[in-house]
Every structure is written in structure tokens, then in C-alpha cells.
T-cell receptor, first 115, second 117 residues
Framework: AQSVTQLGSHVSVSEGALVLLRCNYS??????LFWYVQYPNQGLQLLLK??????LVKGINGFEAEFKKSETSFHLTKPSAHMSDAAEYFC?????????????FGTGTRLLVSP | SAVISQKPSRDICQRGTSLTIQCQVD?????MFWYRQQPGQSLTLIAT?????????ESGFVIDKFPISRPNLTFSTLTVSNMSPEDSSIYLC??????????????FGPGTRLLVL
């Protein structure tokens, strides 16, 4: 079975600083990888996804992630944090099961942005 | 993307009662999913709901506790039965739909926040 590990339950950055949220996956087959964001009291919003095309994936709100097969990683980055980026971020991997993609989520990383 | 609404958005319930959560999608979808997000934890898939067939439950979830209906291609309900405080969670529905690149992607509703006293 596939799994996802997100290092760091909380990450704190200053406004304008680089954001780096780590995600490592385990998979015996080429995975599909996703980053979702959950703002307070809201559902999940898709930030970006990797589906075996370009290894550097650009998403919404200035976020991007790079798929590194040798490191089994899919870390999320943003060059300059904004206060509005404060949220919970979930990395997920999909496995094909009976014809649909079953998402397996990591435990999440809460991003805190200080002025 | 997909426009997904859930009702209720939140509720406070007494133990032993049941709550039915509704999920409405703006257009027809084949696959709908129900997830649970317990406090401070990640999302766990409860079951997959196809229109016209029985829902498929994940390990640890049973139909008697979480009965699901899928009467048409735009609507589903999840019932949390005989609730206990341990059922306090956010319950989210999601749908699978093709994005602009023609790839299947899951889109999530806003969630239902349930507190059981």
C-alpha cells in the first residue's frame, strides 16, 4: 500500500520568507501526487498535482512542487510567504483501485506566517 | 473544477442520535467519496458511492454505522448513526472529475463539522 509522510506538523515562517513543506511518499508503482490546502473552517482546495508529466509542477497562489523520484519526495515551495498562506497543507498520493484513484493523505502541516 | 455543497455545515448532536449529511454537486459525476477528518488528524476515506449500487466501505467502517445513499448522479447522503463523542469530526464529500487537462482529479466539499456531546 502507498503512504505519505509529511515532516513537521507545524512550520513557521515570516512574511516574505521562503516556504518549504516536505512530503515523502512510498509507492511500488509510479504515483500521482497532490497538494491540497485547507483554510480555517473550510474544505480542501487542490493546489497542484503531479501525474507523470513535467517534474516541476506549478499550482495556484504561487506554489510549486518538484517530483524527485530518486528521493521519493514531492516538496511544496513558495518563494515568498504571504499572511493569507496560513493554513493546513496536505500531501496525498493516489493508488488505482477498482478503476478510481484512491487518495491516501499525509497527516498535514500547519503553516504559520508571522508579520 | 466542481461546485460541491454540503448540509448542514455544522451541528451539535446528542449521543445516541443520528445525523444525515447531504452532498450536492453542480453536475453529474460517477464517483462520490465520503471522508472523515478527526480533530487534528488527516483525512480517512470512509466509503465510495456509485449511483445505483451499494457503497464500498473501507476497512474499519461499516454500513450499519455509516449508511450511504446515492439516489442520482448529483447527490449523496451519509448518515452517522447512534453517535458517540468519538464521532466528532469533519465529514467531507468529494467527487472525481476530469480537469482541464483531461485528468481525473478529486474535488472536495466544504465539510460538515459535527460535535457529539
Amino acid at each position: 500500500a502507498q503512504s505519505v509522510t509529511q515532516l513537521g506538523s507545524h512550520v513557521s515562517v515570516s512574511e516574505g520568507a521562503l516556504v518549504l513543506l516536505r512530503c515523502n511518499y512510498s509507492s511500488s508503482v509510479p504515483p500521482y501526487l497532490f497538494w491540497y490546502v485547507q483554510y480555517p473552517n473550510q474544505g480542501l482546495q487542490l493546489l497542484l498535482k503531479y501525474t507523470s508529466a513535467a517534474t516541476l509542477v506549478k499550482g495556484i497562489n504561487g506554489f510549486e512542487a518538484e517530483f524527485k523520484k530518486s528521493e521519493t519526495s514531492f516538496h511544496l515551495t513558495k518563494p515568498s510567504a504571504h499572511m493569507s498562506d496560513a493554513a493546513e497543507y496536505f500531501c496525498a498520493v493516489s493508488e488505482e483501485n477498482t478503476g478510481f484513484q484512491k487518495l491516501v493523505f499525509g497527516t498535514g502541516t500547519r503553516l504559520l506566517v508571522s508579520p | 473544477s466542481a461546485v460541491i455543497s454540503q448540509k448542514p455545515s455544522r451541528d451539535i448532536c446528542q449521543r445516541g442520535t443520528s445525523l444525515t449529511i447531504q452532498c450536492q454537486v453542480d453536475s453529474q459525476v460517477t464517483m462520490m467519496f465520503w471522508y472523515r477528518q478527526q480533530p487534528g488528524q488527516s483525512l480517512t476515506l470512509i466509503a465510495t458511492a456509485n449511483q445505483g449500487s451499494e457503497a464500498t466501505y473501507e476497512s474499519g467502517f461499516v454500513i450499519d454505522k455509516f449508511p450511504i445513499s446515492r439516489p442520482n448522479l448529483t447527490f449523496s447522503t451519509l448518515t452517522v448513526s447512534n453517535m458517540s463523542p468519538e464521532d466528532s469530526s469533519i465529514y467531507l464529500c468529494s467527487v472525481e472529475r476530469q480537469d482541464q487537462q483531461g485528468q481525473e482529479t478529486q474535488y472536495f466539499g466544504p465539510g460538515t463539522r459535527l460535535l457529539v456531546l
